[in-house]
């Protein structure tokens, strides 16, 4: 089961992932074809859970008449039966018996009505605890993968071992003291925006130790031996990855193989997402962790996604001229884009960041020598402004005339950057959102979350899955749209599962004038079910941020939802940058009431007309 990458916990339940789908327009919704229990059941946790919550809410419903109760406790319920109470946790084993008692029941509860469900719970400690006996916590030694850094760069080497033992790590001819953490500041998860809970807490863990120190010559210092002593007893172990420290004369440089390579502040998933390189871009390696390689301009990449040679110097360009252009898409003549061109000796790292109507693109290891700048009229370039921030590194700043930005797309042909800016759709003159076909010439795509045997998406109180809702709602919507004129494309029309990067794949290749991925919510563990609920919307690239904010607010008001917000999001389907891309959760499934307005056939057709309606509205005034 493949996961989307964070929706931060919006699907962080383990019944959650996301999957992409190819599909074609289908003009019929789909059956609801999903028979509910008739008897107590439990859609959520399962049977046997773990997690380092302090609480967890208990999903699921039972007939309407009758009582539940867990552990002895009556439980409320909505007038359908469903209930979604939050319950705590303490540290281990926590044991929790829902039971159902209908009115036909004896004073004995020896009745065929009575139900019982047992769910077993594991909390677990949120840090690695030290351990009981007198040792190390063997996956707690730095470093874990092969690392490599620079002369004179610091390096901390962290253990986890016996609270009271006197620890020091021993690496080349040097032993270093490691010293106990007295304070240990533990950040939230990113899902704790999401739970009202986005506060650092101190711990006070003991057994943790640090020390750090830096190495002069280059060498090859192999795997760092921690040394612990209590009493007279003496234990040695070896951390798995070995250290090195690289030679200032012995350049290497990478150039990336990959379209487009994911760029990130440090060495793994954990860590942000920067500009992705465009294939071809060189870098000098200043440092390597397990599979990652950190570049001279400061992210890291991952190492399948390059090519590594030995270099005798270091990637450098001059840049002069630069120019723009306005070119058709063979592929739809309704696709206009200006390109910005700056020829350079070697394609070079960069980074860009939108403003409301500016791009500011970053070139480093570069030095200007600029003196014409040429921009066509018929560009959506107003002006174009540089400056040699630092010695190698150009901030331009690309002024915009249309106000909205709606898709970029940046590729190397041979040493030449191409900035491609997208222009605002070729509406019908005096289109309103009353004109029939006022979105003609105007492409959507719609994306139904999840799919598959494998991918349900999160799910109600009845076990209905989020994924049938979605493709109601996503074909629904696609029936409204073409009404208005809107060619649309959809991800998918039957219940099919593809990989997540068949569905962003079909966003870069459509290059639509808007993308929408349609979802309903849930909540990690520590969440309150019973009163979180309303419609949110998820964006990543600022050109999607005003779409973004405008239906969430146009959903609440028209149709009297609760707003539970708008979010910056790192996810896949928010990601592209040829459109403006969105992620939209319409509803809580694992809201008692909440659940029962998303499966509502009439509900859903209200909110597929008004989604068109604030979709029609938003691409009219932003195109005008």
């Given at each position: 089961?493949?996961?989307?990458?964070?929706?931060?916990?919006?699907?962080?339940?383990?019944?959650?992932?996301?999957?992409?789908?190819?599909?074609?327009?289908?003009?019929?919704?789909?059956?609801?074809?999903?028979?509910?229990?008739?008897?107590?059941?439990?859609?959520?946790?399962?049977?046997?859970?773990?997690?380092?919550?302090?609480?967890?809410?208990?999903?699921?419903?039972?007939?309407?008449?009758?009582?539940?109760?867990?552990?002895?406790?009556?439980?409320?319920?909505?007038?359908?039966?469903?209930?979604?109470?939050?319950?705590?946790?303490?540290?281990?084993?926590?044991?929790?018996?829902?039971?159902?008692?209908?009115?036909?029941?004896?004073?004995?509860?020896s009745s065929n009505r009575q139900q019982l469900i047992t769910v077993k719970v594991m909390r677990e400690s949120r840090i690695t605890l030290p351990p009981k006996d007198i040792g190390f916590i063997p996956d707690s030694l730095f470093p874990k993968v092969n690392i490599a850094r620079q002369p004179n760069e610091r390096i901390c080497f962290e253990a986890i071992a016996t609270p009271s033992a006197k620890v020091v790590a021993k690496i080349g001819d040097r032993e270093i003291p490691m010293l106990p953490r007295r304070r240990n500041v533990q950040l939230p998860p990113n899902s704790s925006v999401l739970t009202d809970n986005n506060k650092a807490t101190e711990e006070s863990p003991l057994g943790y130790f640090r020390g750090c120190a830096s190495f002069e010559k280059p060498s090859k210092l192999g795997q760092p031996i921690y040394e612990m002593r209590l009493g007279d007893r003496l234990i040695q172990e070896k951390a798995t990855g070995n250290v090195e420290i690289l030679a200032p004369q012995n350049l290497q440089v990478v150039e990336i193989t990959a379209i487009a390579a994911d760029a990130r502040t440090g060495a793994s998933t954990d860590f942000s997402r920067l500009t992705p390189l465009p294939k071809g871009t060189k870098a000098l390696v200043t440092g390597r962790q397990g599979n990652w390689l950190r570049l001279d301009y400061g992210g890291w990449v991952r190492e399948n996604f390059t090519k590594v040679e030995d270099a005798e110097v270091a990637p450098h360009s001059i840049v002069r001229s630069i120019s723009t252009k306005r070119v058709i898409s063979k592929a739809d003549q309704n696709s206009v884009w200006t390109e910005v061109v700056i020829p350079l000796e070697v394609p070079v790292p960069l980074s860009l960041i939108q403003s409301d109507r500016a791009i500011a693109l970053t070139l480093y290891n570069v030095t200007s020598q600029t003196d014409t700048i040429?921009?066509?009229?018929?560009?959506?370039?107003?002006?174009?402004?540089?400056?040699?921030?630092?010695?190698?590194?150009?901030?331009?700043?690309?002024?915009?005339?249309?106000?909205?930005?709606?898709?970029?797309?940046?590729?190397?042909?041979?040493?030449?950057?191409?900035?491609?800016?997208?222009?605002?759709?070729?509406?019908?003159?005096?289109?309103?959102?009353?004109?029939?076909?006022?979105?003609?010439?105007?492409?959507?795509?719609?994306?139904?979350?999840?799919?598959?045997?494998?991918?349900?998406?999160?799910?109600?109180?009845?076990?209905?899955?989020?994924?049938?809702?979605?493709?109601?709602?996503?074909?629904?919507?696609?029936?409204?749209?073409?009404?208005?004129?809107?060619?649309?494309?959809?991800?998918?029309?039957?219940?099919?599962?593809?990989?997540?990067?068949?569905?962003?794949?079909?966003?870069?290749?459509?290059?639509?004038?808007?993308?929408?991925?349609?979802?309903?919510?849930?909540?990690?563990?520590?969440?309150?079910?019973?009163?979180?609920?309303?419609?949110?919307?998820?964006?990543?690239?600022?050109?999607?941020?005003?779409?973004?904010?405008?239906?969430?607010?146009?959903?609440?008001?028209?149709?009297?939802?609760?707003?539970?917000?708008?979010?910056?999001?790192?996810?896949?389907?928010?990601?592209?940058?040829?459109?403006?891309?969105?992620?939209?959760?319409?509803?809580?499934?694992?809201?008692?009431?909440?659940?029962?307005?998303?499966?509502?056939?009439?509900?859903?057709?209200?909110?597929?007309?008004?989604?068109?309606?604030?979709?029609?509205?938003?691409?009219?005034?932003a195109a005008n």
């Open positions: 089961m493949r996961r989307l990458i964070g929706i931060v916990a919006i699907a962080f339940l383990s019944f959650i992932c996301v999957l992409a789908m190819e599909a074609q327009p289908q003009t019929q919704p789909p059956t609801q074809t999903f028979t509910p229990p008739t008897q107590l059941h439990l859609t959520y946790p399962p049977l046997q859970h773990t997690t380092t919550s302090d609480r967890l809410f208990f999903i699921g419903t039972a007939p309407k008449v009758g009582n539940v109760s867990i552990n002895g406790k009556l439980i409320s319920r909505s007038e359908a039966g469903h209930f979604a109470p939050s319950l705590p946790l303490k540290l281990g084993e926590n044991i929790f018996q829902i039971q159902y008692s209908s009115p036909e029941d004896g004073e004995n509860g040429a921009i066509a009229p018929d560009s959506i370039v107003n002006k174009l402004d540089w400056a040699q921030t630092e010695p190698d590194k150009i901030t331009y700043t690309i002024n915009l005339k249309p106000k909205q930005q709606w898709g970029y797309k940046v590729r190397y042909e041979g040493t030449n950057l191409i900035l491609s800016l997208k222009h605002p759709p070729l509406l019908t003159s005096n289109s309103t959102p009353e004109t029939p076909q006022s979105l003609q010439n105007v492409k959507i795509l719609l994306d139904a979350g999840h799919g598959g045997k494998e991918d349900l998406g999160s799910r109600g109180a009845t076990g209905y899955p989020e994924k049938d809702v979605t493709l109601i709602t996503s074909q629904l919507l696609q029936s409204e749209l073409q009404k208005r004129g809107a060619t649309v494309v959809m991800t998918r029309k039957a219940d099919d599962d593809v990989e997540l990067a068949t569905r962003v794949n079909l966003i870069e290749q459509e290059e639509p004038t808007l993308a929408i991925s349609i979802h309903y919510n849930a909540l990690p563990d520590d969440g309150d079910a019973i009163n979180t609920s309303g419609v949110s919307a998820f964006w990543y690239n600022p050109q999607a941020q005003d779409f973004a904010k405008f239906i969430n607010a146009y959903l609440t008001k028209k149709l009297n939802r609760r707003d539970y917000g708008v979010y910056w999001n790192n996810l896949a389907l928010t990601r592209p940058t040829s459109t403006p891309s969105v992620l939209l959760e319409l509803g809580f499934m694992i809201n008692p009431v909440e659940f029962e307005w998303i499966i509502d056939a009439q509900q859903q057709k209200l909110l597929a007309s008004t989604l068109a309606d604030g979709i029609t509205e938003w691409i009219l005034n």
